[in-house]
């Protein structure tokens, strides 16, 4: 379902499923999908985008990598964080958030962003950030969730896997952080998104209920 929503975005020319498991590879192939099979070394999904780029025949501009574990992402979320990457030559790197549940708040696989003024990201953390001294969530603070979807400047991304890992992004487990310690720049969008990924097996009965109650397919 993932593959069908992101086909139905305006701004993307071609989408293709990246995957170093013959098994996936089979089952996209057998609905029609273009795939591409990458290494069992990559470390992460830039990675991974960064070796599909290599062995596609034509050339683009950018780059974006949506989740397979986000099977409710809205179409117009990824031609905003095309357009939000193609509107800031200074950025290499775009990405969305929305409104962070209460609920949520302590979940690691929940992952938090903060964002400046001008609309890029200062951090990412799978901990509440901000945290206030009273360690509990303040209800009138607007925190911030991540969501499993990523653009690239198609040139950065070809480089990304030649930085070094960085402290913050082993501690954290987050290749955005890897973006940002190296002084990089990533153009953040606040989006309305109810639903979250697939992040744990829990997840999968939660986002079917989802679906069942708003009649999806």
Known sequence: RTWERAKLASMLDHVVVATDDEKIADC????GADVIMTSESCRNGAERCSEALQKLNNKYDI???????EPLIEPEII???VKAL???????????????????????????CVVDNHGYAIYFSRGLIPYN????????????????????????????????????????DLEQLKVLEN????????????AHG????????????YMRERNLS
Do not use: W
């Open 28 to 31: 996209c192939r057998g609905f």
């Open 183 to 194: 002084g990089y720049k990533m153009r953040v969008i606040k989006v309305e998104h109810e």
């Open 86 to 112: 193609q509107y800031s030559p200074d950025a290499v790197f775009s990405t969305a958030v929305t409104s962070l549940k209460s609920e949520d708040a302590f979940d690691p696989n929940r992952v938090k």
């Open 63 to 69: 780059v974006v990598n949506i989740q397979g574990d």
């Open 133 to 172: 001294k009273s360690g509990k969530v303040n209800p009138n603070f607007p925190y911030l969730l991540h969501l499993g979807i990523q653009s690239y400047d198609a040139n950065f991304l070809k480089i990304y896997p030649e930085l070094p890992p960085t402290p913050l992004q082993l501690e954290e």
């Open 198 to 209: 697939v992040d744990v097996p829990d997840d999968v009965e939660k986002i079917e209920r």
């Open 79 to 81: 031609d905003g964080i």
